[in-house]
C-alpha cells in the first residue's frame, strides 16, 4: 500500500548561473532571472510504503519528517538562505532532489515510493524510487 502524504510551503527564488555573465543569465533564464526572485506555493508530496494496516504513529512519523523538511525551505529566499543553493540553481528539479537527499537521512530509502514537487498545479517534478 502506498501511503500520500503532502506539505506545503513558500519560498522565494531566482535561476541565475553563477559562473555565467549578467547577459547569459538574462538571455536563458528570462524573467526568472532578477536580483530579487520570485515565489511560490510550492506542495511537496511523498508516497511511502506501508503496510495495509500502518499505525497512526508511523503516519505521524512520516507526516512529521515532510513538515519538518518544508519548514526549514519555508518564506525563505532559497539562493540566499539553503546552502545547498549557492552553487545550484534552484529549479523544481533540483529542490526536489534536495528534498529526497534530506528525506532519505530521516526514512529509508526502501520505504520511499516517490516524491513529488508541485511549483504549481500544472508544474511539477517526480522521482520515483
Known sequence: MILNLRSPF?????YA?????????????????TQYG?????????????????S???????????????????HEHL???IPEFKDKVPTTE???LYFLEKLKTAV???EISYLRLYEMDTLWTEIRL
Not at 10 to 14: K, P
Not at 17 to 33: A, K, L, S, V
Open 10 to 14: 513558500s519560498s522565494a527564488h531566482f
Open 94 to 96: 533540483n529542490i526536489a
Open 108 to 110: 529509508p530509502e526502501e
Open 56 to 74: 497512526l504513529e508511523k503516519r505521524a512519523f512520516y507526516q512529521n519528517t515532510l513538515t519538518q523538511l518544508t519548514t526549514r525551505l519555508d
Open 17 to 33: 548561473q553563477p559562473r555565467w555573465d549578467r547577459t547569459r543569465n538574462e538571455n536563458t533564464f528570462g524573467r526568472c532571472y
Open 79 to 81: 539562493n540566499f538562505v
Open 38 to 54: 520570485h515565489g511560490h506555493n510550492y506542495v511537496l508530496e511523498v508516497g511511502f510504503h506501508v503496510p495495509s494496516a500502518a
